[in-house]
Every structure is written in C-alpha cells, then in structure tokens.
C-alpha cells in the first residue's frame, strides 16, 4: 500500500500545485486511473508566517511547521512534505523535532540537477532563499555549482512572489521580467538551468517559454513524494 503523504503549506498557490502534481500524476506510476496515495494537508494563516519572517523569528516559523505536522499526523501521514522553499531554512530543526519523516525539497532539486548532468544552475526565489545556504549546500553535494540574480533582481523577484504570485496574479509584466532574468543567468553567469526556487514561480515561468531548461521545485517535491511513498 502507499504511504500516506502529509502536506504542511505555508502559501495557498504553491501548496495546492503540490497537492494536484500527486494527485493527476500518480495514476501513471500506480497503474490505475485515478489512483493516488492518501493525502492530508495543513496550513497555518499565511499571514502568521510573514509576520514571522518580518520579525526574524525562525523559531516561531519552525514551531508552526512542527504545529502542521502534528495535525497531518493525527490524519495518519506518514510521510511529511513542506512545499514553500523559504522555509526550508529551519529544515534540519523541524525534522530532528517531528513525528515523521521529512522530505527536503532542494534535495529533491538537486538530485534531478545531477540526474541530468547541470554543472551551473541559477535560483530564483524569494530574497530569502537566494541568499540562503540551503540550496547552495545540497547542490553543492552534487558537485553543481549555483549563482543568484544581483541585489536589484533579488529585491524585485521578492516584491513579485509576494505582493502577486501567492495572491495568483500572473501577469505578462512579471512573466517578461523573469525571462529577462533567466536570461542573464544563462548569458551573465553561464548557468545550464534555473531552480524555479519559490513554489508559485512555476505558476508563471513555464518550461516551454524559459530561456533556461527549468527544475520545478514544486512539482520536484511532489515526485519525490510519490516515489517515496510508493516504495513502501
């Protein structure tokens, strides 16, 4: 039988691009037309973990994500997934403290980066993710380089993710904005691929109109999901 996969969200349109990549891409690797694992989900106010991240309390963002995974436990997960990158930061203290076993999604990102043999890859994400060592550390793992959009295109992309994209709105502006800077990291800092970094940004950077071959984290994590839960 599948394990069953727990979902602790933090924003709504990453979160729910997530929970639709187990659930439509399953049926394939199950066998069965619409088969898919259990699935359980919880999510804390969005608006509790940006008051967080404005204060720099961590450990309030930590014990949040700890809060979720007891409710998805009390469901019967059995597996536990978080699909919101910035949050990853507290990653090794959540998982040491829970219930279950956690899946990490640049992990995640990083073995498919090696899988199909990237050297450079650029990020983009949250101002937070990409200044942060997370990605770097597990892509470095893999003996693949990274590089980040300068302080400008950091401190916009930021500006995007979280006044439009978490709020679903996509428009041509951002998406023309993105390519732009997809494409400096291709021409700039000679990259193979870009980290689609930030759960919503697949909502608006698609693998046929990118300038750079992309690695979706969101749906990444979802796969990893299933796989894992498919081994049981």
């Known amino acids: 039988m599948a394990k069953h996969i727990g979902i602790?969200?933090?924003?709504?349109e990453g979160a729910a691009l997530c929970y639709t990549t187990v659930c439509t891409e399953a049926p394939q690797l199950m066998g069965a037309k619409h088969a898919h694992p259990e699935v359980s989900m919880h999510t804390?106010?969005?608006s509790d973990y940006v008051r967080l991240f404005e204060a720099g309390n961590w450990d309030g963002v930590a014990a949040l994500m700890l809060s979720s995974e007891a409710k998805v436990a009390k469901?019967?997960?059995?597996i536990v997934i978080c699909p919101d990158n910035t949050i990853h930061h507290v990653f090794d203290d959540v998982a040491s403290k829970g219930q279950l076993?956690?899946?990490h999604i640049s992990e995640a990102v990083a073995k498919e980066a090696k899988l199909r043999g990237y050297g450079k890859v650029g990020l983009v994400g949250t101002a937070f993710t990409m200044t942060a060592d997370f990605?770097?550390?597990?892509l470095a793992g893999h003996g693949i380089e990274m590089a980040v959009p300068g302080e400008k295109d950091r401190n916009l992309i930021d500006h995007i993710i979280f006044d439009e994209l978490v709020?679903?709105?996509?428009?041509?502006?951002s998406r023309?904005?993105?390519?732009g800077v997809i494409s400096e990291l291709a021409t700039k800092h000679s990259c193979d691929a870009v980290v689609l970094g930030c759960t919503e940004i697949p909502l608006i950077v698609s693998a046929e109109t990118s300038p750079l071959p992309v690695l979706?984290?969101?749906?990444?994590?979802?796969?990893?999901?299933l796989k894992t839960s498919l081994e049981g």
């Open 167 to 173: 709020a679903a709105e996509f428009t041509a502006e």
């Open 176 to 179: 023309t904005y993105f390519n």
């Open 216 to 225: 979706d984290s969101t749906r990444l994590l979802a796969r990893a999901a």
């Open 44 to 46: 804390h106010p969005f």
């Open 75 to 78: 469901c019967g997960a059995e």
């Open 8 to 12: 602790v969200a933090c924003s709504a």
């Open 135 to 138: 990605y770097r550390e597990k």
């Open 101 to 103: 076993p956690w899946l």
